[in-house]
């Protein structure tokens, strides 16, 4: 079982920066290629990046690429995403997630662990 814990959401305007985190414990963090989603409401939960064990290899969304970037550091447990340039389409809750396999994934069906989620409002 693993417990992730998203966090630094929050109300901006378009064009500002938010960093958001994901703690995790339980099973070794380190085993686990990780993603991050987002739902905006009326609309299915969508795909924004994705990284895998090591940390070096990435994946994002068209929608994010170039604004977005995934992290993780696996010695604190934690993954993060850098969100510059933020639009109002950006609004969202965004979840981490942890895949079933060691591959880095663009499902939500490839990922059995997720956080509650956290808020992301960008204002026009």
């Known amino acids: 079982q693993v417990q992730l814990v998203e966090s630094g959401g929050g109300l901006v305007q378009a064009g500002d920066s938010l960093r958001l985190s994901c703690a995790a414990s339980?099973?070794?963090?380190?085993?686990?290629?990780m993603g991050w989603f987002r739902q905006a409401p009326g609309k299915e939960r969508e795909f924004v990046a994705t990284?895998?064990?090591?940390?070096?290899?990435?994946f994002y969304a068209n929608s994010v690429k170039g604004r977005f970037t995934i992290s993780r550091d696996n010695a604190k447990n934690t993954m993060d995403l850098q969100m510059n340039n933020l639009k109002p389409e950006d609004t969202a809750v965004y979840y981490c997630?942890?895949?079933?396999?060691?591959?880095?994934?663009?499902?939500?069906?490839?990922?059995?662990?997720w956080g509650q989620g956290t808020q992301v409002t960008v204002s026009s």
């Open positions: 997630a942890a895949a079933a396999g060691r591959n880095p994934s663009m499902l939500p069906t490839q990922y059995v662990y």
């Open positions: 339980g099973r070794t963090f380190s085993n686990y290629a």
């Open positions: 990284i895998n064990l090591s940390g070096l290899t990435t």
